[in-house]
């Protein structure tokens, strides 16, 4: 083809594109075309009215939690002066190469304030130096133990128990996935609780003790989730956060308000309503042989952590037993996140997966008659705007662009879609950062009074729009079955002072 004749192919081209768009706007002008569009605004206005303002009433309800649980102090107290109170509990460490944090992890664990507990580290066939670390960082030695499988794992290679820590415990296996990995723990351990907590964090002295309160005070409770703070930018020494920071880097500090809104008060706010849908992974405590009769981790899925929780509530329910699922604001886990966008987009497209793989597995909880506010409120609440959300976010995006480029939308609409995603998303969040310094000063730097409020300013203004295409990559990948598999997770640990 000559150059002549691909400029004429290229004004060809784009004459029929011309001619297609006149077409287009003349369509538009159909009076029932145009009714759709308007339809179509008014939906998206309305969906994310409706989803900010569903997360301004969790953050009011989380108030009302969190004013109700420090009236419950004093019994904690009295916990406190009666070891006697607190129930056994395994520490479960699930750990797939983790060599640069597993030693200030478990350290940290094994100083907790609390009466009667052991640690268990699974290593699931990490391919790194996680093990080689333990061995020579505690002192292990094989141990002959007996494996009770009462729940199916990949093979257990090896038991390990420590010379200087007699409440240690790790376990060597084939990888199987952090599933497999808790599993395995469960198998092992003997405590009527077990807590679930990640390689990579780090819990205050007092959170076994704090998170074990709902325990102490109803028999039925059977899972309580405590609350996910970053660890980036503070200071760690021998296993314990010594100075609470902010991290320096960008991503970190947008992640910083972000946790506060969806995963603390989003989270909180479900606790009077029984129908707490997710406890995470990083720091949970279970009632041992419930999850048992419900079928331990489910293996092959990557929302582990909600699956189980779902398919607790789903479980309990069929049978008729009343129980309680709690989320305490108090106890604590500090957790490194991705300071680079290469391993926050995996995360968070992982998070959308498993989300979608939780619902999915479970969707027989949404509106069943025995549901309860579980399943017909949270549930849906979770399908339509956590779920499917993103969906709408971007052909609400898409749609305002082109529309406004063509005519066809006018800027009072645009106005109205940007002050619904954008203007509220940023008064929720301002509200959660400001709710939490009021009622818990984590931050006491005078720097973090204009640093947090600027980031929860930034985090709806090209943070939100770059997660929420993740979120479609989730969907994509969920909706195509693709195998799940452990995340890689870019540790810098910089945190570290031991």
Not at 255 to 264: D, G, K, P
Not at 457 to 485: C, D
Request: proline share 4%; glycine share 8%.
């Amino acid at each position: 083809m000559t150059v002549l004749d691909w400029w004429e192919w290229v004004g060809t081209w784009a004459q029929s594109l011309a001619e297609w768009a006149a077409a287009v706007l003349q369509s538009l002008d159909d009076p029932p075309i145009r009714y759709a569009l308007r339809i179509l605004e008014w939906v998206l206005v309305a969906y994310f009215c409706a989803l900010n303002g569903m997360y301004l009433l969790l953050e009011v309800i989380s108030v009302w939690a969190i004013r109700r649980s420090m009236t419950g102090l004093d019994r904690e107290e009295n916990v406190r002066n009666h070891p006697t109170l607190e129930p056994p509990i395994s520490v479960i460490v699930p750990a797939y190469n983790e060599e640069l944090t597993i030693t200030a992890s478990v350290r940290s664990l094994l100083q907790m304030e609390y009466s009667e507990f052991d640690v268990i580290v699974v290593n699931d066939g990490s391919q790194d130096d996680t093990l080689e670390v333990l061995i020579r960082d505690f002192h292990l030695y094989r141990f002959p133990e007996v494996y009770h499988q009462q729940l199916p794992t990949a093979q257990v290679r090896a038991i390990y128990r420590s010379r200087r820590f007699p409440n240690l415990k790790v376990i060597d296996k084939e990888n199987g996935g952090k599933a497999d990995g808790l599993n395995a723990g469960i198998n092992c351990s003997i405590y009527p609780l077990f807590c679930g907590v990640d390689a990579d964090s780090i819990l205050q002295r007092d959170s076994l003790r704090r998170i074990v309160r709902p325990f102490v005070e109803d028999s039925r409770t059977v899972a309580a989730g405590g609350t996910i703070r970053i660890a980036n930018g503070c200071t760690v020494r021998q296993g314990f956060i010594e100075r609470v920071g902010l991290s320096h880097s960008l991503l970190p500090l947008l992640q910083n308000v972000e946790y506060l809104r969806a995963f603390f008060f989003g989270r909180l706010g479900w606790v009077p309503l029984n129908a707490v849908l997710i406890i995470s992974g990083a720091f949970g405590v279970f009632r041992r042989q419930t999850v048992i009769e419900a079928g331990g981790y489910r293996r092959g899925t990557i929302g582990e952590d909600m699956d189980l929780v779902v398919r607790l509530h789903r479980h309990l329910r069929a049978r008729r037993q009343p129980y309680r699922i709690a989320f305490l604001p108090d106890p604590v886990c500090w957790t490194e996140v991705p300071e680079d966008l290469g391993t926050l987009r995996n995360q968070r497209v992982r998070w959308q997966r498993g989300l979608l793989e939780s619902l999915s597995a479970n969707w027989r909880l949404c509106l069943n008659f025995r549901g309860g506010t579980v399943g017909w409120l949270a549930f849906p609440y979770f399908v339509v705007f956590e779920g499917f959300g993103p969906i709408l976010e971007v052909i609400g995006y898409v749609y305002t662009v082109i529309a406004l480029a063509l005519g066809i939308a006018s800027w009072s609409y645009a106005l109205a879609f940007l002050t619904a995603v954008i203007g509220l998303s940023v008064f929720v969040t301002l509200l959660a950062v400001l709710i939490d310094d009021l009622l818990f000063q984590t931050y006491r730097q005078p720097s973090a009074l204009l640093i947090l409020p600027a980031m929860a300013i930034l985090e709806s203004l090209g943070y939100r729009q770059i997660n929420t295409w993740w979120r479609i990559v989730g969907i994509w990948q969920w909706a195509r079955g693709k195998k799940a598999q452990w995340g890689v997770m870019q540790r810098k640990a910089a945190w570290r002072t031991d």
